[in-house]
């Protein structure tokens, strides 16, 4: 049975991988910055003891944390992951995302020089499909492509990479970089499109059903029906389910070659508004939807897709949940929220 350290373990991603990676017979071991441990064990199945609070950007604490908890490997997964917000927030999402990666790096290090026996064997990096920003291609993203971040997030993200290749070059450290394109699915917070909208929606539901007069979902007719205001629509990406994406990174930590680069993807992109009528069409109710300019990014691309053979290829891994049922799911896990 190994020992996987997840830093980040309370996010999205976090807390799914740390519950496959339980239900496949690992020992899961995680680093928070909340500081509530209680609440995070409440959705994380995590030992006793094993949940660490801290903060990636500081040295000593993950120090400490690495010597007393001496994982077989670890998965990079804290960061800020919203482009969005860090659109707002640029020095702190560089400081959070490059900066403490580098500090997680250079902890391992350290770690490595003072107990070699102890260091993980392999270290996950969780990147981002955002690094390549305009790409020069019309054709799914390979990993070959020259990254040409956009964004603040992007960058940061691209920063990270960075430190681990310098980390694997000067020091040996088995690095392995993922580059997971747009994943969605339960728990995933409203700071991205899908899961705002699955959140409205209830939020309608519930007021219908609060208000039932009136025609279907106490709608008194379509014009008067409840409107989501969204900005461009029109853009089309590649989504996966969180659960396909958690398998990916299990199977990253036994079979991908250090070194090297992984697109994570389902490589059928999908036009928002299609995935946006999706979620309208399975609300117990009437629910429209429209696309404003004041809604918009300044900066969104038009296509990210990526080709995902290099990985497949390597693991053998494939998406296996409709789209339909992450959209579905993902309405019921804001259902089942107060």
Same mark, same amino acid.
């Given at each position: 049975m190994s020992r996987v350290l997840i830093t980040g373990i309370e996010g999205f991603a976090g807390s799914h991988l740390a519950r496959h990676l339980s239900q496949n017979g690992h020992h899961v071991i995680?680093?928070?910055?909340?500081?509530?441990?209680?609440?995070?064990r409440n959705h994380v199945p995590i030992p006793p003891g094993e949940l660490h609070q801290g903060d990636i950007r500081d040295l000593d604490r993950l120090k400490s944390i690495l010597a007393s908890t001496r994982p077989d490997s670890v998965v990079h997964l804290a960061a800020v992951s919203s482009v969005a917000v860090s659109e707002g927030q640029l020095l702190e999402t560089y400081d959070i995302n490059a900066v403490g990666t580098l500090k997680l790096l250079e902890a391992l290090r350290q770690q490595w020089g003072h107990d070699a026996e102890s260091c993980p064997h392999r270290v =996950? !990096?969780?990147?981002?499909?955002?690094?390549?920003? /305009?790409?020069?291609?019309?054709?799914p993203l390979?990993?070959?492509?020259?990254?040409?971040?956009i964004t603040p997030y992007a960058l940061s993200k691209l920063a990270?990479?960075?430190?681990?290749?310098f980390f694997h070059r000067a020091f040996g450290m088995?690095?392995?970089v993922l580059r997971p394109f747009s994943h969605t699915g339960p728990g995933q917070k409203p700071d991205f499109i899908f899961?705002?909208?699955?959140?409205?929606?209830?939020?309608?539901?519930?007021?219908?059903?609060?208000?039932?007069?009136g025609t279907r979902c106490g709608i008194m007719s379509p014009s008067r029906a409840r409107t989501i205001e969204l900005g461009n629509l029109d853009v089309r990406r590649d989504y996966t389910d969180v659960r396909d994406?958690?398998?990916?990174?299990?199977?990253?930590?036994?079979?991908?070659?250090?070194?090297?680069?992984?697109?994570?993807?389902?490589?059928?992109?999908? =036009? !928002?508004?299609?995935?946006?009528?999706?979620?309208? /069409?399975?609300?117990?109710?009437?629910?429209s939807y429209t696309s404003t300019a004041a809604k918009r990014r300044k900066r969104d691309l038009s296509l990210l897709t990526g080709d995902p053979m290099k990985f497949s290829r390597t693991t053998g891994w494939q998406p296996?949940?409709?789209f339909e049922t992450t959209l579905q799911d993902l309405l019921d896990y804001y259902r089942s929220r107060p």
């Amino acid at each position: 049975m190994s020992r996987v350290l997840i830093t980040g373990i309370e996010g999205f991603a976090g807390s799914h991988l740390a519950r496959h990676l339980s239900q496949n017979g690992h020992h899961v071991i995680g680093i928070h910055l909340a500081q509530h441990g209680d609440t995070i064990r409440n959705h994380v199945p995590i030992p006793p003891g094993e949940l660490h609070q801290g903060d990636i950007r500081d040295l000593d604490r993950l120090k400490s944390i690495l010597a007393s908890t001496r994982p077989d490997s670890v998965v990079h997964l804290a960061a800020v992951s919203s482009v969005a917000v860090s659109e707002g927030q640029l020095l702190e999402t560089y400081d959070i995302n490059a900066v403490g990666t580098l500090k997680l790096l250079e902890a391992l290090r350290q770690q490595w020089g003072h107990d070699a026996e102890s260091c993980p064997h392999r270290v =996950l !990096l969780i990147s981002s499909a955002d690094v390549y920003g /305009r790409a020069t291609t019309d054709k799914p993203l390979t990993e070959g492509v020259p990254p040409q971040p956009i964004t603040p997030y992007a960058l940061s993200k691209l920063a990270a990479e960075d430190a681990g290749r310098f980390f694997h070059r000067a020091f040996g450290m088995d690095i392995v970089v993922l580059r997971p394109f747009s994943h969605t699915g339960p728990g995933q917070k409203p700071d991205f499109i899908f899961p705002s909208i699955a959140r409205r929606i209830v939020e309608i539901e519930r007021a219908a059903e609060a208000n039932p007069m009136g025609t279907r979902c106490g709608i008194m007719s379509p014009s008067r029906a409840r409107t989501i205001e969204l900005g461009n629509l029109d853009v089309r990406r590649d989504y996966t389910d969180v659960r396909d994406v958690a398998r990916a990174y299990a199977l990253a930590l036994e079979r991908c070659k250090s070194n090297e680069t992984y697109n994570i993807t389902s490589g059928r992109p999908i =036009l !928002l508004r299609d995935g946006i009528e999706t979620l309208c /069409r399975l609300a117990r109710c009437e629910v429209s939807y429209t696309s404003t300019a004041a809604k918009r990014r300044k900066r969104d691309l038009s296509l990210l897709t990526g080709d995902p053979m290099k990985f497949s290829r390597t693991t053998g891994w494939q998406p296996v949940v409709p789209f339909e049922t992450t959209l579905q799911d993902l309405l019921d896990y804001y259902r089942s929220r107060p």
